[in-house]
């Protein structure tokens, strides 16, 4: 069956589209022109998301259209939403905004129906051989999602000699996740698509499109489970891993009734669970799935005792509500998954939640929305800590895990998107991927909580993103280009070794830290 594609155009060739000043239209049908030749490349024909979120009545719920004009004059920050101030006039900004609150003709729909006649399986489960058809370790590969022409990268971690290059879906999102055993990745696609891929055999074996415009993905602990999480429609969708059988749709809708977009999808393998982040309700919710039958040993910081425990009675595959005090879409968790710290998008402060008691425990200083799916722990003097940047403020913020306290705040040359280290680094790296200082990259001391070097990796050209191998001996850096590269870094010496060029490489991630969750990379 042909798979689906999507139209691919960059964020560059939009700002090629809007260098002429447009002026403001005339009527309903000029409005729709002025969307489709400004909005649509991101936002989708019949703005149900792309690269973009969908724009929708449904989805803007918590955005006034005050502030959607002002997101369209002056772009958002952390987002790819650029500033239309200078080619816009304010009639025709307007004229923006009030057509995006519209509800459309046809009600957009994606329901068990849509999402069962998706479905490709062109490998069944146990057709395809067990033997890698590569001599790499398997559990040091890199995957590489290239954004410029919408492929990914396999890479030998030990030589980063290029095993193979494909084509991926349409404006990944969220983080390729792996099995257990590293054989298999999982991506997911702002458009919905979830692709099943095998390593082993250099082949899509799965495909299955959850919804119309999703966040993320989360792949259970035991490799057997994978959840979606949508803005639209408000679901979380549960899979069979296997060959993405749909097992349950779940609408995400209050107490009383009140729909919500999920913001994100985490596993929890402490916990035998899967936690989700919801956009529009006041909640968390956990959802179990089986616990295992035989014993689960895990390395790396993930504090897995011999079973994932339960702090709950709830059954399996049934949501446990967790009431919290505010809105939280933007998670992360101590080591052993018992308390997720949140913060709300937009919002001034975080929050320490204990899942198991589902009790607020703490308020956190963390002004200038603080990017907690980027955090990092580290032990500090006998303490454990967290550090974390901001996407809209110029500091890493280190906050001891004991007490909630903030230890120290660091000064940066701009707000940063990524940060990651290895337990077997000193050193924990930040990018400024924010503001003029977007070539440059901080490398912190873990013991001194100072920062000791400042690279420039190429003047001009953007610096994100570090993953680590599997030993932490040497790390990977982005140039984020379209004419970019991949930079080979000795952890230890911070020097140069190798350059490999990829087209906008984004993130890349190591099949060992990301299934035994190093405590130095995101999840």
């Known amino acids: 069956m042909k798979r689906v594609t999507s139209p691919r155009r960059s964020l560059q060739a939009l700002a090629a589209a809007v260098l002429v000043t447009v002026m403001a239209p005339a009527g309903a049908d000029d409005t729709r022109a002025l969307y489709q030749a400004q909005c649509a490349s991101c936002h989708g024909e019949t703005r149900l998301g792309g690269i973009g979120p969908a724009l929708l009545p449904g989805n803007l719920s918590r955005l006034t259209p005050e502030a959607a004009e002002a997101v369209i004059r002056d772009g958002r920050a952390a987002s790819q939403m650029p500033a239309f101030g200078e080619v816009l006039d304010d009639a025709a900004i307007a004229s923006l905004a009030e057509w995006i609150y519209r509800p459309p003709a046809v009600e957009p729909r994606w329901d068990k129906a849509d999402i069962l006649a998706s479905q490709v399986v ?26 410029g022409d919408h492929h990914a990268s396999l890479l030998d971690g030990d030589t ?7 084509e991926t879906r349409f404006a990944l999102h969220g983080g390729p996740k792996y099995t257990p055993d590293g054989r298999y990745v999982f991506f997911g696609s702002r458009d919905g698509w979830i692709t099943k891929y095998d390593l082993y055999n250099l082949e899509v074996v799965a495909e ?13 602990a035991d490799g057997r489970y994978v959840m979606a999480a949508n803005y639209l429609p408000h679901t979380l ?7 993405l059988d749909l097992m349950k749709v779940y609408p995400v809708v209050g107490e009383a009734g009140e729909s919500s977009r999920v913001s994100a999808i985490y596993a929890a393998p402490p916990r035998g669970s899967f936690i989700a982040a919801l956009k529009d309700l006041e909640e968390v919710w956990e959802i179990p799935w089986p616990l295992p039958t035989e014993p689960v040993v895990s390395t790396g910081h993930m504090a897995t005792p011999l079973a994932p425990r339960r702090s709950h009675d709830t059954p399996s595959f049934q949501v446990r509500r967790i009431p919290v005090p505010d809105y939280l879409d933007d998670f992360f968790f101590d080591p052993d998954y018992r308390h997720v710290i949140g913060a709300s998008r937009g919002g001034q402060g975080g929050m320490v939640i204990d899942l198991d008691s589902g009790e ?17 722990t580290w032990e500090h003097e006998g303490r454990r800590v967290m550090a974390l940047p901001h996407l809209a403020r110029a500091a890493v913020s280190i906050i001891d895990m004991q007490d909630w306290s903030l230890v120290k705040t660091l000064e940066t040359d701009g707000p940063g998107f990524f940060m990651r280290s290895h337990a077997n680094s000193p050193y924990a790296w930040v990018d400024v991927f924010f503001g003029p200082h977007r070539d440059r990259v901080h490398v912190i001391d873990k013991a001194t909580l100072e920062i000791v070097e400042t690279l420039t990796p190429e003047p001009g050209k953007t610096a994100a993103h570090v993953e680590f191998d599997r030993y932490g001996e040497k790390l990977l850096l982005s140039l984020w280009e379209e004419d ?8 230890e010496t911070l020097e140069e070794e190798q350059r490999i060029p990829m087209s906008k490489p984004s993130g890349k991630y190591n099949v060992w830290n990301k299934t035994r969750y190093e405590e130095g990379t995101s999840h």
């Open 360 to 376: 607020k425990v703490a308020d956190l200083p963390l002004e200038g929305m603080p990017h907690l799916g980027s955090g990092i």
């Open 160 to 166: 980063f000699e290029r095993i193979h290059r494909f």
């Open 122 to 147: 062109p490998h069944p489960d146990g057709s395809l051989p067990d033997a890698p058809r590569f001599d790499a370790d398997p559990l040091n590969l890199f995957i590489v999602v290239e954004t």
């Open 208 to 220: 299955v499109r959850a919804g119309i415009n999703m966040r993320n993905i989360a792949v259970s």
């Open 237 to 243: 969708v549960l899979f069979d891993a296997h060959n």
């Open 484 to 491: 970019g590269a991949v930079i080979v870094y000795d952890a």
